[in-house]
């Protein structure tokens, strides 16, 4: 348990004297963090937008854009590059940020000393840059730094937020997944290293067409494993709605909106890009594990109440749906469907760039909440939307855009993994011509519960009355906080109105990426009649507004009592209640419910209730890893006896040993 | 002349959907023996309706009254898909079956949401049951409706009534006959019809549709009264052009539509005395069989999903 110590004794010790590091007057050091983050994302901005425009002009995914090679610091090849799948999930990255710092402005302001505003500010623009570094280098070397820092600095960040035991216990959690992940990822990085003899991508792009069989499975496995970690696959989902909601509501929409896709990215750039084509089972492993991540994150979703810990769950599900569609590109591209792939693909990738939208816009208003309310406790939330209307109302949209509503951008990826699915019925594997259509079944249900779930979000904290004092005293949020959300659900509901303005892009990434000589024709017709039932319905709308009406308020009928309190409406529990019910058997594993007597069970002398503050994937599968890693460790402990005469004997022996194989096998 | 006849098509499920409540209510009444109203009776009632007063709760915001607006554009425009009387719709051949089922989607996301919104207990019940049942319905439609599609190497509702049109009654497959059971089922959850829900009742131990609206009055109410007419127009309709198309028009000649007009009465009467029949015959399923209920649906449209990779072999 010491070696377990060690990282939490850092924490510990960072937490207690970071924070009055600088002792400035506070204004101006405000200021000049202002002008910094400003300049810093000009600068972004600018770098982006010439690197697109060359990518643009070009139209080439293997050949370097830009190319930055700080080689001179490591003994590793160290190089920058952007191709197009980096710039798609740069201009992503991008996106969400500038909203995001937008709103921080005013958030950070308010909520922290002026000495961890500056921490806070470092931190923030140093994660940003970080994931900027991963999508934009060209070396593993230079990736795995910048994943590095990325997962560094948002622990940093979560650790700005305070330091309590449990804070540090789940941000512990969230530093050992992490690296577990990396780990994984490195090693997949060294899997390749034998064949290409350098990390640079193109080397690797090269020695994936060549790999042997063995080398390829271990490879995919170990990128699935490690960035499925980082994504939040289930049951590596552990540490994400632990970490995800203690940070500050900011730095959470950047790690549940970018930072997730930033796995995404690493392993389309190992699935797609370097091991060009595999066996089908590949597809189905991720098929299958983006379902049940999927089913299960909306499934608990609907079970939690705390606002941000509930979007954390949701931004798994959504991972799910992303991974289904990967799946369902890989399975077409082993069968050689790539057209069929190709809209797979995009759809997976266009669901990432809507989820990074809209799930950053949620939680950005989770954050105006807290901000107004001081809980996100949706039983504490309701009459939200007369209180703070222009947060009300971009919550709202966000709220219709994860549903995948039509007319918001979330519709535009489900619809296109969907189509994909029914494709799946015209191959000739009859696997694939079973499965794939059967999963529209699984995609529907997913988009059904999550209908559940968000209908209680936003009714629940937005509509009725007030459940508590300070939702009845709620205010409306200042203007950086309200711009920064309006931007972005502005971006959801465009996208979603007019999707041909970023689909083609999108679909052509995705062509050159699983080798399809045609666009797959669906996504032109869905950008050609999206905008014709937007106007039909916009027109049907106000045709119907016109309607003459009077108007009277008038106070509810509450069946002869003097009034309706909030107590009397259904609470956030309650409304999922009957869901809840039907899928029972999921939550089961963590609660106990015991009448007694037995045989009498609507007549109990006693109820006992107990639940499990664990999830059953702790206890029953990290649990057994975690105490078979210890007693292993205890074995090995034997071999230190403390002599030195034994260190020596195995010093010999492993020179003795090491002779020996170069000799016989070398 | 395609889209005099898509529009056609649209004001018959539109306008007609009234008259088809007021006819499964007469049935009912019929059946039961009572006197019953007169078939016209659900139009007097939305004209009356829509002279009368809106009342808003006090704690209602923008939602409650946005709702039955979004509710009455989304179905009928759900209503642009569905070929009636030849196999051509506005939203036809473009448009494709999950763009209708997600808008069909749209308008019950904002119904429960206005039921919320008036802050009553009843709302959030009505609310709560709905998301529920559409939950719940909403894969066995996905399902049956890719089982039909996959039939006819079609997307769009047009194409699958164009192909069933191209075959003989008797050729019909097992899997035309699954798709059909398991619509069959969803389409009386989603009209909110009677083994799932009571759409005479006001008993707040079983309402669910009528929970919802229960804090609407005057034109709102008319709104949403129509709309859910409108879906149960537009689904009988559906149900028609993908299983039993036969008799729409081939060639739009104003002799061919009339003559599939007669047939598409004809069809269409025939569901209602179904519809009619069936709630009168059964009672209403305790609301936690509901599940159970569809996922009867879900099983058999699952079936029919497998039968069509397994008939292709």
């Given at each position: 348990m010491r070696v377990l110590e060690c990282p939490l004794r850092l924490i510990n010790f960072v937490g207690r004297f970071s924070p009055p590091v600088f002792v400035q007057t506070e204004i101006a050091a405000a200021k000049r963090c202002l002008t910094r983050a400003s300049l810093l994302l000009a600068t972004m901005f600018s770098v982006a937008i010439s690197t697109g425009c060359n990518a643009g002009d070009r139209g080439l995914l293997n050949s370097e854009v830009r190319?930055?090679?700080?080689?001179?610091?490591?003994?590793?090849?160290?190089?920058?590059?952007?191709?197009?799948?980096?710039?798609?999930?740069?201009?992503?990255?991008?996106?969400?940020?500038?909203?995001?710092?937008?709103?921080?402005?005013?958030?950070?302001?308010?909520?922290?000393?002026?000495?961890?505003?500056?921490?806070?500010?470092?931190?923030?623009?140093?994660?940003?840059?970080?994931?900027?570094?991963?999508?934009?280098?060209?070396?593993?070397?230079?990736?795995?730094?910048?994943?590095?820092?990325?997962?560094?600095?948002?622990?940093?960040?979560?650790?700005?937020?305070?330091s309590s035991g449990e804070r540090r216990h789940n941000l512990f959690i969230y530093l050992l997944m992490t690296h577990a992940g990396t780990a994984a990822v490195i090693a997949s990085f060294l899997v390749f290293l034998p064949h290409s003899h350098t990390l640079d991508f193109t080397a690797l792009r090269a020695a994936g067409a060549t790999l042997p069989h063995g080398a390829r499975i271990a490879l995919f496995l170990l990128a699935f494993v490690g960035f499925g970690t980082k994504a939040g696959i289930i049951p590596l989902h552990l540490w994400l709605p632990r970490a995800h909601p203690i940070a500050p509501s900011p730095v959470s929409a950047?790690?549940?909106?970018?930072?997730?896709?930033?796995?995404?990215?690493?392993?389309?750039?190992?699935?797609?890009?370097?091991?060009?084509?595999?066996?089908?089972?590949?597809?189905y492993l991720v098929l299958i594990a983006g379902a049940v991540s999927g089913l299960l994150g909306v499934l608990y979703a609907l079970a939690v109440h705390d606002l941000k810990r509930l979007l954390a769950y949701s931004s798994i599900e959504n991972i799910g749906i992303i991974y289904m569609g990967l799946g369902a590109a890989l399975i077409f591209t082993a069968h050689d469907a790539r057209t069929w792939a190709a809209l797979a693909l995009a759809g997976a990738l266009v669901h990432s760039l809507n989820h990074a939208l809209f799930k950053s816009l949620l939680f950005l208003g989770s954050g105006a909440i807290a901000d107004s309310t001081h809980?996100?406790?949706?039983?504490?939330?309701?009459?939200?939307?007369?209180?703070?209307?222009?947060?009300?109302?971009?919550?709202?949209?966000?709220?219709?855009?994860?549903?995948?509503?039509?007319?918001?951008?979330?519709?535009?990826?489900?619809?296109?993994?969907?189509?994909?699915?029914?494709?799946?019925?015209?191959?000739?594997?009859?696997?694939?011509?079973?499965?794939?259509?059967?999963?529209?079944?699984?995609?529907?249900?997913?988009?059904?519960?999550?209908?559940?779930?968000?209908?209680?979000?936003?009714?629940?904290?937005?509509?009725?009355?007030?459940?508590?004092?300070?939702?009845?005293?709620?205010?409306?949020?200042?203007?950086?906080?309200?711009?920064?959300?309006?931007?972005?659900?502005?971006?959801?509901?465009?996208?979603?109105?007019?999707?041909?303005?970023?689909?083609?892009?999108?679909?052509?990434?995705?062509?050159?990426?699983?080798?399809?000589?045609?666009?797959?024709?669906?996504?032109?017709?869905?950008?050609?009649?999206?905008?014709?039932?937007?106007?039909?319905?916009?027109?049907?709308?106000?045709?119907?507004?016109?309607?003459?009406?009077?108007?009277?308020?008038?106070?509810?009928?509450?069946?002869?009592?003097?009034?309706?309190?909030?107590?009397?409406?259904?609470?956030?529990?309650?409304?999922?209640?009957?869901?809840?019910?039907?899928?029972?058997?999921?939550?089961?594993?963590?609660?106990?419910?015991?009448?007694?007597?037995?045989?009498?069970?609507?007549?109990?002398?006693?109820?006992?209730?107990?639940?499990?503050?664990?999830?059953?994937?702790?206890?029953?599968?990290?649990?057994?890893?975690?105490?078979?890693?210890?007693?292993?460790?205890?074995?090995?402990?034997?071999?230190?006896?403390?002599?030195?005469?034994?260190?020596?004997?195995?010093?010999?022996?492993?020179?003795?040993?090491?002779?020996?194989?170069?000799?016989?096998?070398? | 002349m395609k889209i005099a006849l898509g529009i056609l098509q649209m004001v018959l499920l539109v306008m007609g959907a009234p008259l088809l409540r007021g006819i499964v209510g007469r049935l009912k009444a019929l059946l039961q023996r009572r006197q019953g109203a007169s078939v016209w009776r659900p139009y007097s009632d939305l004209w009356k309706l829509l002279h009368k007063e809106d009342l808003t709760p006090p704690s209602a915001s923008f939602v409650f009254g946005l709702a039955p607006l979004l509710v009455f554009a989304a179905s009928i425009l759900v209503t642009a898909f569905i070929p009636l009387l030849a196999d051509s719709a506005l939203l036809g051949s473009a448009g494709d079956f999950i763009l209708m089922v997600y808008l069909l989607a749209f308008g019950r996301f904002f119904l429960a949401l206005g039921g919320i919104d008036g802050g009553s207990a009843f709302g959030g019940m009505g609310a709560s049951r709905e998301v529920l049942v559409s939950c719940l319905a909403e894969a066995p439609l996905l399902l049956g409706l890719v089982a039909v599609a996959i039939q006819s190497s079609s997307v769009s509702i047009v194409g699958m009534a164009g192909w069933a049109l191209g075959q003989?009654?008797?050729?019909?497959?097992?899997?035309?006959?699954?798709?059909?059971?398991?619509?069959?089922?969803?389409?009386?959850?989603?009209?909110?019809?009677?083994?799932?829900?009571?759409?005479?009742?006001?008993?707040?131990?079983?309402?669910?549709?009528?929970?919802?609206?229960?804090?609407?009055?005057?034109?709102?109410?008319?709104?949403?009264?129509?709309?859910?007419?409108?879906?149960?127009?537009?689904?009988?309709?559906?149900?028609?052009?993908?299983?039993?198309?036969?008799?729409?028009?081939?060639?739009?000649?104003?002799a061919g539509i009339g003559l599939a007009l007669v047939v598409l009465l004809a069809k269409t009467f025939a569901i209602l005395v179904a519809l009619a029949v069936i709630e009168s015959a059964i009672a209403k399923l305790r609301m936690y069989a509901v599940p159970d209920f569809l996922g009867v649906a879900a099983a058999i449209s699952t079936l029919a999903v497998i039968l069509t990779a397994l008939m292709k072999r």
């Open positions: 190319r930055l090679d700080p080689s001179v610091l490591a003994p590793f090849p160290f190089t920058f590059s952007l191709d197009r799948l980096g710039l798609f999930f740069l201009v992503l990255i991008l996106a969400v940020a500038l909203p995001v710092l937008i709103f921080s402005v005013s958030y950070v302001s308010r909520h922290y000393t002026p000495a961890r505003q500056k921490w806070l500010w470092a931190l923030l623009l140093l994660f940003i840059a970080s994931m900027v570094g991963v999508v934009a280098a060209s070396s593993g070397f230079a990736f795995l730094v910048a994943w590095e820092i990325m997962s560094l600095t948002s622990a940093g960040l979560i650790l700005l937020e305070g950047l790690m549940s909106g970018v930072m997730l896709k930033i796995a995404v990215y690493g392993f389309v750039r190992f699935a797609f890009d370097f091991l060009p084509g595999g066996p089908a089972w590949f597809g809980t996100v406790d949706l039983e504490k939330l309701g009459g939200l939307q007369r209180r703070m209307p222009v947060t009300g109302s971009v919550f709202l949209i966000g709220c219709c855009s994860i549903m995948g509503l039509p007319l918001f951008n979330g519709f535009i990826g489900e619809w296109m993994i969907l189509r994909s699915f029914i494709g799946g019925s015209t191959l000739v594997n009859t696997n694939a011509q079973l499965v794939l259509p059967l999963m529209v079944g699984v995609l529907a249900l997913i988009g059904g519960l999550a209908a559940a779930c968000f209908v209680r979000v936003y009714g629940v904290a937005f509509l009725g009355r007030p459940r508590s004092a300070e939702a009845e005293n709620a205010h409306a949020s200042p203007r950086a906080m309200r711009v920064g959300t309006v931007m972005l659900a502005s971006a959801c509901m465009a996208m979603g109105v007019w999707p041909g303005i970023f689909l083609r892009p999108i679909v052509s990434l995705a062509q050159s990426l699983v080798r399809a000589a045609d666009a797959p024709p669906e996504t032109l017709m869905i950008s050609h009649v999206i905008p014709w039932v937007a106007a039909a319905f916009i027109l049907l709308l106000g045709g119907t507004a016109l309607l003459k009406r009077v108007k009277r308020q008038a106070r509810t009928w509450a069946c002869g009592l003097p009034g309706l309190t909030s107590r009397m409406q259904y609470t956030s529990n309650s409304i999922t209640k009957p869901v809840r019910f039907v899928f029972a058997r999921v939550y089961k594993a963590d609660r106990t419910l015991q009448m007694l007597p037995e045989d009498r069970p609507y007549f109990p002398a006693s109820i006992s209730y107990h639940s499990e503050r664990t999830t059953s994937y702790e206890r029953s599968l990290y649990r057994p890893f975690v105490d078979g890693v210890m007693a292993a460790a205890n074995q090995l402990r034997r071999l230190q006896t403390g002599n030195i005469q034994v260190y020596l004997l195995y010093i010999v022996l492993t020179l003795v040993l090491l002779l020996l194989y170069l000799r016989f096998a070398g | 003989s009654f008797f050729n019909i497959s097992a899997v035309h006959l699954l798709a059909f059971l398991a619509l069959a089922i969803v389409a009386l959850a989603e009209t909110g019809r009677m083994p799932v829900d009571n759409p005479t009742t006001h008993l707040e131990l079983t309402m669910i549709h009528e929970g919802m609206v229960l804090e609407y009055s005057g034109p709102n109410l008319a709104l949403i009264e129509w709309a859910s007419a409108i879906k149960l127009s537009a689904i009988i309709g559906l149900l028609i052009a993908i299983f039993a198309p036969w008799g729409m028009a081939v060639a739009s000649s104003p």
